[in-house]
């Protein structure tokens, strides 16, 4: 029982990230991991791409629907 509500609060936390993603517009920021290493090499970031974008809304889109899909089936266990 404690694993599928683990399971819902993950599923509603990945939902609530791809939303967020989703809502946030497309602009040059990058990863703080990237940035991290950026700084170390004492370098500036590359200018994203078209694909970089595409990926981002991709990735947005997905986390969004597995999200749902984690959320829906862990709900459904706990509740039956």
Do not use: C, Y
Not at 28 to 48: F, H, R, Y
Not at 70 to 75: E, P, V
């Amino acid at each position: 029982m404690t694993q599928l509500v683990v399971m819902a609060a993950i599923g509603m936390g990945m939902l609530l990230l791809g939303i967020s993603s989703l809502r946030r517009k497309p602009d040059e920021s990058i990863s703080l991991a990237e940035s991290a290493i950026l700084k170390a090499a004492g370098t500036e970031p590359l200018p994203l791409t078209a694909f970089d974008r595409i990926m981002n809304r991709v990735h947005a889109w997905l986390l969004t629907v597995i999200g749902f899909i984690i959320a829906l089936i862990g709900l459904a266990a706990a509740l039956t």
